[in-house]
Structures are given as C-alpha cells and as structure tokens.
C-alpha cells in the first residue's frame, strides 16, 4: 500500500494556516513568564489548542466540537493567566467563518463576554487600556468570520452569476443558429426534393421525349445552382462555432454545477489504433484537437452545438459527478462520446415519449449526414455518442489513391 506524505495542512488551504500559527507566539511568550507549575499546564494547553487547530482542516464534520475545545482552552487560559491569551482566538475566525451562522453567533457571543469577564481584574493594575488592547481580538473573533463568510458567498454567487449569463448568451446564440439550421433543413429539404422528382421525370422523358427532357435537365442544373447559393448565403450568416469553444463553456458549466469534467483523445490513423492519452493541460488540449478535426465548418458547428445540448443535459438532469469527453477521429468518422456516472435513463421510456431533446440533436445531426447513438440505463451513467462522417483533405484523397 502507497504511503501519503505526511501533511500540517491540506494542499488547498496554502500558506494562510500555517502563517496563522505565527499568533501562538504571544501564548507561548506569556506562558513563559508563569512559575513551573503553571507553565507546564499553559504549554500543554497552547499544544492541545494547536493541535484542534490542525485538525480541523482534516475533519470537517468534526470541527463544530473541535472549535467548541479551542474557545473553552482560550476562555480558560484568559481567565487564569491573561488576557492577551484571546489573540490566538485569531486561529479560529477561518474555521468559524464555514459554520453554520447561529453557531458562530453563539461562539462570538461567548469569546466576547468572556474575553471582558477575564479582562475586569487587570482593570486595576493595567487600567482600561486593557479593553483597547482586547479590541482586535475580539474584532478577529466577532466580527472577521462574519466578513470572510459574506466574501465566500459573494464570490459564489459571482461565478454562479457568470455562468448563468454565459449560458444565457450561447443560449440565445443557440437560438439564432436554430433559426439558421431550420432554413437549411426547409429550404434545401424542398428543393432537392424538386431536384428529385425532375431527376426522375427526365430519366422517363429520355427516350419519350428528348426536346422536354433536355428543358427538365436545364431546370435541374438551375435549380441546384440557386439552392448551392442559398446554401452558401445561409452558411455565411452563420458564426462558425468552434468545438474548443464549446468545450471551455462546457468546464465553466460543469465547474459551476460541481462536476469534474475530463476531456480524452482517441486518434486512430489508418491501419494502428493504440495510442490514447488523457490530457492534462485540458484546454491547450482541446485547441489542439479542435485544430486537428478533419471536418468542414458547418460540420464542426453541428458538432460543437449537439456537444453543448449535451452538457447542458448532463449539468441539467443526469446527477453525475463526473463526466468524461472522448473524441475519436476515426478514417472514416468522427466520434465524439460523453459519458457521465450519473442516474442514467429509461431509453424505452424516451423513445415512447418521443424525447424533443434528442430528436432535435438527431435533426441537425442529419444536416451532415451524422447519427446520434444513446447507451444508458437507469441508475448506470449515460454514454452519448454524436458521429460525423469524416471529410478527407486533398492532401489525404491522394494518398488514399
């Protein structure tokens, strides 16, 4: 069994627990001044007071009764040895700063009557000075927890703020592109349904009709010309979205709904297949993949918009934890997976209910001749899988040849 170095503090935390033992110092200081006797019991209570101090960042359900220790241990040593003890109460203002808000109430109220109850005695021979010197303690204790829990939240509902409003933004992007793909789908749906019948009207008039056939095969060239340049005009209107786009906005989401996102490739070039690699620089390795897609424009657009309806289904409904994005760039395909350990779904269930969901990733998924596959069941993870055929360069048509 692999051995765990031995840590003071959780990596996470950083320098900020560790600088803040600098505070025991002026227990320490003070301790010393006191007989044998008194000295032994204070330094034994300044070891048991740090050590509730370190682990409290390891045990966390705990630390509500860890923090209860450290407040009797301060109060005691406050009211037996002195006063200025309450400046170690500077330890306990991160920790109770993730508390439950009537438990720090409780706990500032409690330091500061007792912090001034300790302090009543020294009035005689220090004089109220000894209240002015008490004042950034119980500043430390009363009060900074309550400002360092308002800045957490904050920041919170800032990150959460900006994802909304990113989600937001992509999502009227989203709209816009639907928009653009629908007119695709109608308008060339129409016409090479035209370009169809004609075709077949022309193939019948050949040997009947040569003069009408030669007019039908004129109608079919000018026709597939107009309908190439709706296409073009409509391919134009639309941004090209990139699957590295897509791919970062889909860390944000995930990172603002708590779920480890973990992007893998998978290349498979011609006759080998061996050699996959987890990323660790997830976004250069995302650019760099996106860079490689051997697909066209409009075919990594529809790629990149079925990828973000995913997610924003994974973040949604799934439950997951966890979710890993794989891309396989095959010799005849691209695939792109997105598996979650989430609660799963009753396929037969949306196939009944006719998902809108996933017919409208089927759809534009049909615009480049893609399909859609789903392995999933309840209570075992989703894998969705969006498939695009692969478009060979020049370069590559004539190695292929």
Request: with cysteine; charged share 20%; net charge positive.
């Amino acid at each position: 069994m692999k051995k765990t170095a031995w840590r003071m503090f959780p990596a996470e935390e950083g320098w900020a627990p560790a600088v803040s033992l600098t505070n025991l110092l002026v227990a320490i200081y003070f301790v010393l001044q006191e007989p044998p006797v008194k000295l032994a019991a204070g330094l034994l209570l300044v070891l048991l007071f740090a050590a509730a101090y370190r682990e409290i960042f390891w045990r966390h359900q705990q630390a509500p009764l860890l923090l209860g220790c450290q407040l009797a241990i301060l109060l005691v040593l406050t009211a037996y040895y002195h006063p200025m003890f309450a400046y170690i109460g500077f330890l306990m203002s991160l920790s109770l700063s993730r508390q439950k808000q009537s438990f720090m109430v409780g706990v500032s109220v409690v330091f500061v009557v007792g912090t001034i109850f300790a302090a009543i005695p020294q009035l005689k021979t220090v004089g109220p000075v000894i209240l002015i010197m008490l004042l950034p303690p119980i500043f430390g204790v009363a009060i900074v927890p309550f400002i360092m829990r308002a800045s957490a939240r904050y920041k919170q509902m800032a990150e959460r703020l900006q994802a909304a409003t990113s989600q937001l933004e992509r999502m009227a992007q989203q709209e816009e592109r639907q928009r653009i793909a629908r007119e695709l789908h109608d308008t060339l749906g129409h016409t090479l349904s035209l370009i169809s019948l004609k075709g077949e009207l022309t193939e019948k008039l050949i040997t009947r009709d040569p003069d009408r056939a030669l007019t039908e095969a004129r109608d079919i060239r000018e026709t597939a010309r107009a309908a190439l340049k709706q296409m073009r005009e409509l391919v134009t209107e639309m941004k090209i979205v990139r699957l590295v786009e897509e791919y970062q906005h889909a860390q944000t989401l995930c990172a603002a709904a708590d779920i480890h996102l973990q992007l893998k490739q998978q290349a498979v070039g011609g006759k080998s297949n061996t050699d996959e690699h987890t990323q660790t620089d997830t976004f250069r390795s995302a650019i760099e993949v996106a860079e490689a897609l051997p697909l066209s424009p409009l075919q990594e657009t529809i790629l990149a918009m079925c990828f973000r309806e995913v997610v924003t289904n994974v973040v949604r409904h799934s439950q997951a934890n966890s979710c890993i994005v794989t891309l396989y760039i095959e010799e005849g395909q691209v695939r792109l997976a997105v598996t979650d350990n989430g609660i799963g779904l009753n396929l037969n269930a949306q196939y009944r209910a006719g998902s809108s969901g996933m017919t409208g990733l089927k759809q534009r998924l049909a615009l480049v001749d893609g399909k859609l596959q789903i392995d999933s069941a309840p209570q075992a993870g989703t894998s969705i899988y969006l498939i695009i055929p692969r478009v060979l360069r020049s370069e590559q048509r004539g190695e292929v040849g």
